[in-house]
Nanobody, 126 residues
Framework: QVQLVESGGGLVQAGGSLRLSCAASGRTFNNYAMGWFRQAPGKEREFVAAISTSGGRTVYADSVKGRFTISRDNAKNTAYLQMNSLKPDDTAVYSC???????????????????WGQGTQVTVSS
């Protein structure tokens, strides 16, 4: 079992940057692949980025490719989402998610992930 807590959200102007953190409890963080998802008001939750257990594989949604970077520090049990060149369309609640994985794979579906954080609000003003 792993518990996830996000932090780092807030209000930022278009073009600005934020770094989200996802702190995980437990001692087996390096056995969990991690993902970031977001949900805007009135929209379904959508995939943003994912990273494999080793950090060697990453995948991004087309809408954030080149602007966002996912990373992880297994020694600190933490995953990160660095968001640059933010746009108003990036406004959403961002949640991190974890899935137990014994292979160095990345998954992009919400149903692939079992453990979820409570989410952190990101608001980008124009």
């Amino acid at each position: 079992q792993v518990q996830l807590v996000e932090s780092g959200g807030g209000l930022v102007q278009a073009g600005g940057s934020l770094r989200l953190s996802c702190a995980a409890s437990g001692r087996t963080f390096n056995n969990y692949a991690m993902g970031w998802f977001r949900q805007a008001p009135g929209k379904e939750r959508e995939f943003v980025a994912a990273i494999s257990t080793s950090g060697g594989r990453t995948v991004y949604a087309d809408s954030v490719k080149g602007r966002f970077t996912i990373s992880r520090d297994n020694a600190k049990n933490t995953a990160y989402l660095q968001m640059n060149s933010l746009k108003p369309d990036d406004t959403a609640v961002y949640s991190c998610a974890a899935r137990l994985s014994f292979y160095d794979l990345v998954k992009t579906g919400t149903r692939d992930y079992v453990h979820w954080g409570q989410g952190t609000q990101v608001t980008v003003s124009s």
